[in-house]
């Protein structure tokens, strides 16, 4: 109102000022108009008194929400909160090299594991742990192109090779470094390469033997860079696919190197024909069937390989969906919730064949393999969305 | 008199009434001097001037034309002076004492089922209805060989009394509404309760569901007092709390006394309105109304559906189904095109664990389908509780296909997920084949010149056969100038619709400022490659008001399991280096991180270009929206943003009006948006200022006006909130052409009110505790008052009010102006 008052001194001083002039006769007639605009001045201060000013409303944001939660929310805490606590614990491992053990396979699942939660390196909490375990990864590789380990846990590397190139493709495209693509595209063709003639792999990088627990390792790293847009020949993905049939038992299950119905084979058969695209092949609800027979279980008993047979179970059963992934997820989830230690790892039962001495100390491969399991519910990584 | 003349003044009735005192100050008084000194010359001067020039006129006349001169010399020296009023006055604050009423959905389910006699007592004493005690014959032991009979005696006298509820209470207990429970037993309780109140205590009354209304409550009336709370049955316990610590604005609260089943469907956290009331020192007393029983129930706890499918699509309808009290009872899961069964599914009921099942069907034609999901009800059911045993499905059937090419530099996830989900998507295609044309650029480099060429539509022509481009973190090498310059005229002149995903490497930063200005946002100067968020502050997505309603950030039909969505989205930790939006922007996502003058930073925005439209995403990591859930929010969001941005017209078509409402599915009270495009009868846009349509729901209809947007020719929009629950039709009529055009909203209250519906205390007694309130049996609200803490305070203000500019002192001025002017004119000076 102020700046209104303010027009009404100057409205006022006008009008004394205009009425002086006025007096004169002599003004009235030289200048009728002057005098007329005097009078109207009088009416000035009236419309500016009835201006006013208004607020433009902007408009609000929602207003921010926490109703009740799901009843399941509880669940996905739970999961949340175990994984975030293994992760820190595989953080606290990582050696001043970027590296968490001799042998690739670690490397490549805690790198995993860490994108598996959504993390990527240069961003967030664990962006320097991504960025020394990539490079440290990508350092490992041969002018040929095989990830190459200061240890191996099989007779030969090509198991730690195609987890590792699964690991690079999933960092593929999320980390800027024109390293990555370059060494995934050579990795890529050390598979390509090293199939043999009945579409299965072995432990060392030629083709020749095939035996399936090394299969689903490869066939899940060309899905991966084949995802991230990386050709792989048609050819080759029919002939994976053929081997891996080859393997069925016709009971369902599908066996090392020919039919049977071990239980780690077993899942890794259905998750290679799913990755394949095959999901309507008709040994796999029959192995589906199969699987859900198998205990879940903190001991060894039929498994052989606890976390091998359990990182390929929980991924047919999500990639299968509906009674197979309703019966399969809760008991797998509540065993692992229940056995986390409190620093966040992960032990093995007693009684595996994948003690210390074969998949590395520090528990990082335990760890790792447990919290990959969890993170299926997360549904972060590329090469599993279904 | 004074209080008169200070009315005039402009002093406010409130002040006056409490007004202790006041006193004239002027701000310069030594402009007052000086007028004073002044004054008298002054005045000589003038009387001297007049009577030179008006020797003629009589002196009454020349002394009162020198009185009115004097009289605005003298005014304009006051008003200088700056006069205003020092005003003391003093007015009493007392603490309020709010009643809040929860009136939703489910409070207007029986308050029982009471079982106890405790709970019988309770209950028939909070409704007055208690029984004086019966005799104490009623009260015996059985005598005893070691107790003499006068022990026995005693031994009776001191057992408590036994309270009677005879079966008509009882059957009233068992039959009342919770609200209506609530609001009797404050009636009965008044004398105790409230009369003790009125003198210390502002007491207010309010009612709420969503939304918040106060009452006047007569403990003398004993019919249902609390009015409808015209916002949908939900129940926003939280708002409600933070409501009266708003509204108290500084006051002192003594008290809430919360009177609700604790069921909390929406709105703000109880918990943290709970710690603002802490804050403010308002302890909350929560009376809880309802058995903490489970009702016997089975109810659908969530339903989802992809919304938008093609023909020969199968569409699926994922359905969550809870149970309580019907174990192993085999159950019928219905999914239902108004009366026409589409698929059938059964499930044995297990305990209260939830189980899912999917219910399908082929969509063979187009058209919105609002399909029901359908549980029977079994017989123990309570009736009030059946309405959760169905739920609405809505999908849109399209009998088009929709071209889209997406472009990207880098294979990141974003890129990945979707376009393995376009893939998937049989209502999407590409412009040569099947497939949508899919292109990362790291492969794109690898061709020979020939191959690049071919794959990579570069003409105006080409890009315009697509409805819907997107471009991901792509450089300039790919997207080239002459691409570039054929997209804008695709997008401006074409209608093609462009989605632009930035990236830290190039987009949008990288171009030039012809192809930044098809975006929605102004980016900052010298922008490089974003803004990352610290390790320990990432960012959060927040969606404003246009963005609850708009289609493509629909992620969930019912608006407040959509608001719950979007505020537990996981946090990210790059955004685009945006400035501002551009000024014909709709921002529906915002970063509330990042704020400068114009306000929050936007994130998810939209606008025309020329006739086409152009999304811009200013963050990287959609896919962290899988977190949980898989494709189900990620690709929502993104098929449906596809289809809004997509192309809509056919150069080749005439031109004719459409109208579109969205959402297509509100709870009563909810907004919901028009948008109408209007061409006259030749295919022009029109041009109107404002167009009107009507909306007709189940029982009445009424006009909308909608307004032109001024940056589109004819296109139009407007909101209206329905408030009844059934199907509505929003109709335009042009003048120049028989065929109305149409659009439909479904309006459904909240299925989230019953979805739980017994007595949730461990909320209320959070509440209670972390304001330093108590629990309080509804039995017991006599009990109230001496818990409130407060005496009311004795205000003190000191208020200066200005005395000059106001309507007065211009009516003198112009009073003596119009005297000075009539006397000349009368005298013919003039």
């Known amino acids: ?386 | 008199m004074l209080q008169r003349f200070l009315q005039l003044l402009g002093i406010h009735e409130d002040v006056l009434k409490h007004m202790d005192r006041a006193e004239l100050v002027f701000q310069r008084g030594e402009v007052l001097w000086i007028g004073a000194v002044l004054l008298l010359p002054l005045a000589w001067m003038v009387y001297r001037r007049q009577k030179l020039n008006l020797h003629t006129v009589p002196k009454w006349l020349l002394f009162t034309l020198c009185v009115t001169r004097v009289s605005i010399l003298t005014l304009l020296f006051v008003v200088l002076s700056g006069p205003y009023l020092r005003i003391d006055h003093k007015y009493e604050r007392k603490p309020i004492v709010a009643f809040l009423f929860d009136n939703s959905q489910s409070m207007r389910l029986p308050a029982g089922p009471f079982e106890t006699d405790e709970e019988f007592a309770d209950g028939a004493r909070a409704i007055g209805a208690i029984k004086e005690e019966t005799p104490s014959s009623s009260a015996t032991i059985a005598p005893k060989d070691n107790l003499t009979s006068s022990e026995t005696k005693r031994a009776e006298e001191s057992l408590p009394t036994p309270i009677v509820v005879d079966a008509d209470t009882r059957t009233t207990l068992n039959r009342i509404r919770r609200a209506e429970l609530s609001q009797t037993a404050v009636r009965v309780a008044s004398d105790k309760l409230l009369k003790p109140l009125g003198d210390k205590f502002d007491v207010r009354y309010l009612t709420f569901a969503r939304d918040v209304e106060p009452f006047v409550f007569d403990p003398a009336k004993s019919d249902p007092q609390l009015p409808d709370v015209n916002s949908g049955p939900s129940s926003w316990l939280g708002s409600v709390i933070q409501y009266v610590v708003e509204e108290a604005a500084g006051q002192k609260i003594a008290g809430l006394v919360l009177f609700s089943d604790g069921q909390n469907t929406g709105g703000r956290s109880p918990a943290e309105a709970a710690r603002s009331a802490a804050q403010v020192g308002a302890p909350i007393f929560a009376v809880p109304v309802g058995s903490p029983k489970r009702l016997q129930d089975v109810s659908i706890v969530d339903l989802y559906t992809t919304g938008q499918v093609s023909i020969g699509d199968t569409v699926r309808v994922a359905v969550t189904l809870e149970s309580h009290g019907f174990n192993k009872r085999p159950v019928k899961v219905e999914l239902k095109d108004g009366e026409t069964v589409l698929d059938t599914k059964e499930l044995v009921l297990l305990g209260t664990e939830q189980q899912q099942t999917e219910l399908i069907f082929e969509a063979k034609e187009a058209g919105d389908k609002y399909l029901t999901v359908n549980v029977p009800a079994f017989p123990e059911e309570a009736e009030e509780l059946r309405a959760n045993n169905s739920d609405l499905a809505f999908v849109r059937v399209s009998d088009e296909k929709l071209k889209v090419l997406l472009i990207d530099g880098l294979p990141r996830w974003d890129f990945r997920f979707l376009k393995n989900d376009i893939r998937r998507d049989n209502g999407i295609k590409g412009r040569t084949g099947d497939e949508p044309e899919v292109l990362a650029e790291a492969e794109w480099r690898r061709m020979s010149k020939d191959d690049q060429t071919a794959k990579l539509p570069a003409t105006a022509k080409d890009l315009s056969e697509y409805h819907t481009i997107v471009l991901g973190d792509a450089s300039p090498d790919i997207l080239h100038d002459d691409f570039r310059k054929a997209l804008i005229e695709a997008v401006r002149d074409k209608g093609v619709g462009l989605i632009v995903e930035a990236g830290p490497r190039f987009m949008p930063q990288m171009y030039d400022r012809e192809f930044q200005s098809l975006l929605p946002v102004v980016l900052k100067n010298n922008a490089d490659n974003g803004i990352e968020a610290p390790a320990y502050k990432p960012f959060k997505i927040e969606i404003t008001q246009e963005g609850l309603l708009h289609e493509s950030l629909r992620l969930h039909d019912d608006p407040g399991r959509n608001v719950q969505v979007w505020s537990q989205m996981p946090t990210y930790f790059w955004a685009a280096a945006i400035e501002r939006p551009s000024p014909a922007a709709i921002v529906l996502a915002r970063n509330p991180s990042i704020e400068n003058r114009w306000g929050k930073q936007p994130l998810i925005a939209y606008q025309f270009a020329g006739k086409g439209k152009v999304a811009f995403l200013g963050m990287d990591a959609t896919y962290l929206w899988r977190q949980n859930v898989g494709d189900r929010f990620f690709y929502k969001f993104w098929g449906q943003m596809l289809r809004f941005v997509g192309r809509t017209e056919d150069g080749s078509e005439k031109k004719e009006s459409r109208l579109l409402v969205r959402p297509v599915r509100v709870q009563p009270g909810e907004s919901a948006e028009i948008e109408l495009f209007a061409f006259t009868a030749d295919g022009q846009p029109r041009t109107d200022a404002t167009l009107k349509v009507s909306t007709l729901g189940p029982t009445g209809s009424q006009m909308v006006e909608l307004v032109a947007d001024k940056f589109v020719k004819g296109r139009f929009t407007g909101k209206f909130s329905p408030k009844e629950t059934g199907e509505h039709r929003v109709l335009y009529q042009p003048n120049d052409s028989p065929k109305t055009v149409e659009g439909k909203l479904r309006v459904m209250p909240s299925s989230e009110e019953l979805r739980d519906p017994n007595l949730n205390r461990p909320l209320l007694e959070t509440l209670a505790s972390t304001t330093g309130g108590k629990v309080i049996s509804i039995a017991d609200l006599a009990s109230l008052p001496e818990l409130f803490k407060g005496e009311p305070m004795l205000i003190e203000v000191h208020r200066e009010a200005s005395i000059w500019d106001n309507w007065f002192t211009l009516l003198l001025i112009t009073m003596i102006y119009a005297l000075d002017v009539g006397l000349r004119r009368l005298s013919g000076l003039s």
């Open chain 1, 1 to 386: 109102m102020r700046h209104l008052g303010v027009r009404c001194i100057s409205t006022a001083l006008d009008l004394f000022i205009g009425l002086a002039r006025c007096d004169s006769s002599r003004c009235r007639r030289t200048n009728p108009r002057r005098c007329l605009h005097t009078a109207l001045q009088s009416f000035v201060a009236v419309v500016l008194f009835a201006a006013s000013a208004h607020a433009q409303s902007k408009s609000p944001a929602a207003t921010p929400t926490t109703a009740a939660p799901l009843t399941e929310q509880k669940v996905i805490e739970r999961v949340t909160a175990s994984v975030d606590r293994s992760l820190e614990y595989l953080a606290s491992k990582q050696k001043p090299d970027g590296s968490w053990d001799d042998c690739n396979a670690g490397n490549a699942l805690t790198i995993l594991a860490m994108l598996g939660r959504g993390h990527v390196p240069g961003r967030g909490q664990y962006k320097e742990v991504l960025q020394k375990g990539r490079k440290y990864l990508l350092k490992t590789q041969r002018e040929d192109g095989l990830f190459h380990s200061r240890r191996q846990a099989g007779a030969g590397p090509m198991y730690e090779h195609g987890l590792s190139t699964l690991a690079t493709a999933e960092l593929y495209g999320m980390d800027p470094d024109p390293d990555v693509e370059e060494k995934l595209r050579r990795a890529v063709q050390v598979i390509v390469k090293a199939q043999s003639p009945n579409g299965g792999w072995r432990y060392n990088p030629r083709p020749g033997d095939h035996d399936l627990s090394v299969s689903v390792m490869q066939i899940v790293a060309l899905r991966a860079a084949n995802n991230a847009e990386i050709p792989v020949p048609e050819e080759i993905i029919e002939k994976a696919a053929k081997y891996v049939r080859y393997c069925a038992h016709p009971n369902g299950g599908y066996g090392y190197q020919g039919p049977a119905q071990g239980a780690q084979t077993s899942a890794a058969g259905v998750v290679s024909l799913q990755l394949l695209g095959k999901y309507d092949d008709p040994s796999v609800p029959k192995t589906l069937d199969l699987l859900a027979k198998f205990p879940v279980e903190w001991s060894a008993n039929s498994i052989q390989y606890w976390y091998y047979f359990h990182y390929y179970a929980i991924q047919a059963n999500y990639q299968a969906g509906g009674k197979y992934w309703n019966d399969w997820h809760p008991r797998v989830r509540e065993l692992l919730l229940d056995k986390q230690n409190a620093d966040g790892s992960w032990d093995v039962p007693g009684g595996t064949a994948e003690n210390a001495g074969v998949v590395g100390p520090n528990n990082i491969y335990w760890t790792g393999m447990a919290s990959l399991i969890l993170e299926v519910y997360m549904h972060f990584l590329p090469a599993y969305q279904r």
